[in-house]
C-alpha cells in the first residue's frame, strides 16, 4: 500500500491547514488511523488517531486544535490543523495505529512562523 501525505507548507502562528492522506488500498481495510509528527531530533509520534468506529484520540497538545477525519469514498485521512504554533512545526505522517513499517510515506512539512 501507499499512503501520500500532501498539504503541508508555512503558515503564520495561528494559522490554518488542512493535511490530506491518499491510500492506495480500500480505507476499510485499515483498522485505526493515525496522524504522526516528526520534529528533528525527535522520536516521531502519533498525535491524532481514528478508529473504525469513528472515535478518535489526540494528544493534549493538540485537542482543540486538530480534528482528524476520514472519507471511505476518496480513501482518505485527513488533519484540520487550527490556531496553529510554532511548536506544531514539524513533518507530518500517516500510517495505520500501530503503524505499519513499509506504509511510512515521505511525509508533509509544517513550518510554523513569523
Known amino acids: 500500500a501507499q499512503l501520500v501525505e500532501s498539504g503541508g507548507g508555512l503558515v503564520r502562528p495561528g494559522g490554518s491547514l488542512k493535511l490530506s492522506c491518499e491510500v492506495s488500498?480500500?480505507?476499510?481495510?485499515?483498522?485505526?488511523m493515525g496522524w504522526y509528527r516528526r520534529v528533528p531530533g525527535k522520536e516521531r509520534e502519533l498525535i491524532a488517531r481514528?478508529?473504525?468506529?469513528?472515535?478518535?484520540n489526540y494528544i493534549d497538545s493538540v485537542k482543540g486544535r486538530f480534528t482528524i477525519s476520514r472519507d471511505y469514498a476518496k480513501n482518505a485521512v485527513y488533519l484540520e490543523m487550527n490556531n496553529l504554533e510554532p511548536e506544531d512545526t514539524a513533518v507530518y505522517y500517516c500510517?495505520?495505529?500501530?503503524?505499519?513499517?513499509?506504509?511510512w510515506g515521505q511525509g508533509t512539512q509544517v513550518t510554523v512562523s513569523l
Open positions: 488500498l480500500t480505507l476499510k481495510s485499515f483498522s485505526n
Open positions: 481514528i478508529g473504525r468506529g469513528g472515535v478518535t
Open positions: 500510517n495505520q495505529d500501530p503503524p505499519i513499517r513499509p506504509y
